[in-house]
């Protein structure tokens, strides 16, 4: 039992488990919608401030360079840890202004604040999410569609157990946000680190599907009671039922990390291990991970000498080598124009509901289906492009222009207001949002190659807070608080000082998803000519040398 215990504590599997723990914990960026009201009614923005104040939110969460820049020179706990500091100051102040317990902030103020607390979360990504890939690099589709999977369900996750502590109160949910996933990372700072791999990636695979059975059962399980809640009234006590039932599934992976490590004992203690295959293992993984310090210094003789020269796709290119490269650039064109709409929709949730008429209890309702159908876009793309890639030789890219034109149909839902339409662009959206992020960071990760992937990783999400402030602040913002001044002027009402500003109707924001819709469009074709240019490099064995033999 003693040697089961080490075993498990030492073992790869607890890393993994650890690392869904806290991308579980580290969505809150995502609930913006479950708290927005509050900070528009309480401090009395118009929705043009709201907008800039949740773009800090977007912009503070896809500012990763800096964590990934730290997370090149020093191990993953001093990433964790600033992540976890970070993560309960922003959100500890906010609770502080939502509960008028301090002055009222400036704006500046709250967008410092939230900006923080976002960015917060690429510090755990990079903590946990980075680590794992390099851990197994092998699986990484597989690996970063699990990953991102329970980020994206984290908004239900948490919901669940915020109600089951608070209930309704939506003012205290900072609060939560600040100390849980803060307090989960100071509990397995130690746990999530780089392990060698031995042995076939194979074998990891079938062991991450366990995992996704069993995400699989928490995700049907949050849809089920999300639909119950619509219908009936839960009692705190029965928000802690449901809570109960949450924390046993995310719990459940540990018997597999357990089963698992126990096999690894086994084997060590009955099967003779053939050293020199261990050695050469070793001697690759360290290769293509490399040592911080060695990566620093060839960086500081080479890195401005061959920008502009890089290798072929698939290599080990330097941070200079790839952000010049056409295909970087495509990719980030891609994402400027997906992402900036997708995330446009999900954070005016609460006042695109408000504004077509549908009750409190539904926009709720909305936030928890895209939350769930974000997950299901994260293992769906993330697992199956993988599928489709090993059989078809399909370019991943391709299922990035997929995504992009599906996101568009629930753009135009939004803009043309159809009778109940709101639910199926929750569940479209939602789908695609979390689509998009598996897609990004694998196809960053095979194209450029892992040496580098901590900076480059991050790079990938820098690109969405551009689409984001000019889709959500200069678009959606501008033209909702425009019909709700029309409105406003039509009824003979002047605003008073400090009053929230809201528009009523399909009015407040067709306009703005009609121009979503055009730039998401837009963006697909640029992702064509990415698919165009990998399509070669698609058609070979793109793991071939990340495989070990057993």
Request: hydrophobic share 45%.
């Amino acid at each position: 039992m003693k040697g089961l215990v080490v075993q498990v504590l030492t073992g790869r599997w607890l890393m993994v488990f650890a690392s869904f723990l806290l991308m579980a914990n580290a969505g809150a960026s995502y609930m913006f919608g479950l708290y927005s009201n509050d900070i528009k009614s309480v401090l009395g923005y118009d929705q043009t401030t709201l907008n800039l104040i949740s773009f800090s939110k977007d912009l503070g969460a896809n500012i990763g360079v800096p964590s990934g820049l730290i997370n090149e020179v020093t191990p993953p706990w001093v990433v964790l840890s600033i992540g976890a500091v970070l993560n309960f100051f922003g959100h500890f102040m906010i609770w502080l202004a939502v509960t008028q317990r301090i002055k009222k902030p400036h704006v500046w103020q709250m967008c410092l604040y939230l900006g923080i607390g976002s960015n917060s979360h690429t510090f755990t990504n990079t903590g946990a999410l980075v680590t794992c890939v390099m851990n197994f690099p092998g699986s990484r589709g597989v690996v970063l569609g699990l990953l991102k999977g329970y980020t994206g369900i984290s908004a239900a996750v948490i919901s669940q157990i915020y109600r089951a502590f608070y209930g309704d109160d939506t003012k205290s949910f900072t609060l939560f946000v600040a100390w849980l996933p803060s307090a989960l990372s100071f509990a397995f700072i130690r746990t999530i680190r780089i392990i060698k791999a031995r042995g076939h990636h194979e074998n990891d695979v079938k062991v991450f599907f366990k995992f996704l059975y069993i995400s699989l059962g928490l995700a049907g399980f949050l849809l089920m009671i999300i639909i119950v809640e619509k219908k009936v009234t839960f009692t705190q006590s029965q928000y802690g039922g449901s809570a109960s039932a949450v924390l046993f599934l995310l719990f459940l992976p540990l018997a597999v990390v357990i089963s698992e490590e126990y096999k690894v004992l086994k084997t060590q203690r009955f099967s003779s291990i053939d050293a020199s295959s261990i050695l050469r293992t070793e001697a690759k993984i360290e290769s293509l991970v490399g040592s911080s310090s060695s990566r620093i210094e060839n960086d500081e003789v080479s890195c401005w000498r061959t920008a502009f020269k890089p290798p072929e796709i698939g290599e080990d290119y330097t941070i200079l080598q790839a952000l010049f490269s056409l295909d970087m650039i495509v990719l980030l064109s891609a994402t400027i124009c997906g992402l900036g709409g997708t995330m446009t929709m999900m954070d005016n949730l609460g006042q695109i509901g408000t504004s077509l008429g549908y009750p409190l209890n539904g926009i709720s309702t909305f936030v928890s289906l895209t939350s769930i159908w974000n997950y299901l876009g994260q293992i769906t793309i993330g697992i199956g492009s993988e599928m489709f890639i090993t059989k078809y030789k399909l370019p991943r890219p391709l299922f990035l222009t997929l995504i992009l034109m599906v996101s568009c149909i629930g753009h135009l839902l939004i803009a043309f207001n159809v009778p109940n339409g709101l639910y199926v662009a929750s569940v479209l959206t939602g789908f695609c949002f979390g689509a998009f992020w598996p897609l990004i960071y694998t196809i960053i990760s095979e194209l450029f190659g892992l040496k580098y992937y901590s900076t480059l990783y991050n790079f990938g999400g820098l690109a969405s807070p551009i689409g984001l402030y000019l889709l959500n602040v200069r678009v959606a913002g501008h033209y909702y608080d425009e019909e709700a001044k029309r409105q406003m002027e039509a009824l003979g009402v002047k605003r008073k000082a400090g009053e929230a500003l809201n528009c009523v109707g399909g009015e407040c924001f067709k306009f703005s998803f009609i121009i979503i819709t055009a730039v998401t469009f837009f963006g697909a074709l640029v992702s064509l000519v990415l698919v165009a240019r990998t399509r070669k490099f698609y058609k070979g064995d793109i793991y071939k040398k990340f495989k070990t033999t057993p």
